[in-house]
Structure formats: structure tokens, C-alpha cells
Nanobody, 124 residues
Framework: VQLQAFGGGSVQPGGSLRLSCELS????????IAWYHQAPGKEREGVSC???????EYADSVKGRFAISRDNAKNMGYLQMNSLKPTDPGVYSC???????????????????WGRGTQVTVSS
């Protein structure tokens, strides 16, 4: 099983990015997909999660700005990031687990496989 996040880059404050999470080796259909953010020098934190049923959850810091989605047919997850702030930069990683989104976002359950992350930079 391999996970890879991509789509990061450098944008100005207020800009947008769309991150993608690609899973290979098994079907995403029954898994929750979670996105995590690790700012420089800080612990990894949960950003957003979408359950297998399509229910979404967000950290307070990104509510109203980020939107998570999934495409089971393509085995992909996505994170649309809008109105990016100087507090958003860092490495974004995705995970796919048979777990509740609230457990994944709070890291009560730590994913066994983070996959390769993607770097996001926000600067003017």
C-alpha cells in the first residue's frame, strides 16, 4: 500500500491550492481519508477528514477555507485550500484508515502510513 500527497507549491496570502492524495495497492472505498499539516518545528496536526460515507470534518483553523473530497473510482482524495494564510505553510500528508474521522483528526488513532507529503509555502 502506497500513499502519496502532491499538488503543493508556493502561493501568496489569499491564494489557493488543490492537494491530491493518491492511494495504490488497495481500494479507498471503505476507508476514511484524512489530511494532516506539519508546520516547521511543530507537531503534526489533523486538518480535515472525509469518511467512507462522505461525511466531512475540519479543524477550526481551516473551516470555511478548506474543502475535502474524494473520488473512489479514481482512488483519490483531495483538499481544496482557499484563502491561504501565513499560518498554513508546512508539509501536508494524507492517510487512509478504517477509523472514525474524529479519532483520526485528533490523532487519538495515529495512521500507520503517512505517505509522502507535499510542501505548501505561503508568502508575499
Amino acid at each position: 500500500v502506497q500513499l502519496q500527497a502532491f499538488g503543493g507549491g508556493s502561493v501568496q496570502p489569499g491564494g489557493s491550492l488543490r492537494l491530491s492524495c493518491e492511494l495504490s495497492g488497495l481500494s479507498l472505498r471503505h476507508y476514511a481519508i484524512a489530511w494532516y499539516h506539519q508546520a516547521p518545528g511543530k507537531e503534526r496536526e489533523g486538518v480535515s477528514c472525509i469518511s467512507a460515507a462522505g461525511t466531512t470534518e475540519y479543524a477550526d483553523s481551516v473551516k470555511g477555507r478548506f474543502a475535502i473530497s474524494r473520488d473512489n473510482a479514481k482512488n483519490m482524495g483531495y483538499l481544496q485550500m482557499n484563502s491561504l494564510k501565513p499560518t498554513d505553510p508546512g508539509v501536508y500528508s494524507c492517510a487512509a484508515e478504517l477509523a472514525r474521522c474524529d479519532h483520526l483528526l485528533t490523532l487519538y488513532i495515529r495512521p500507520g502510513n503517512w505517505g509522502r507529503g507535499t510542501q505548501v509555502t505561503v508568502s508575499s
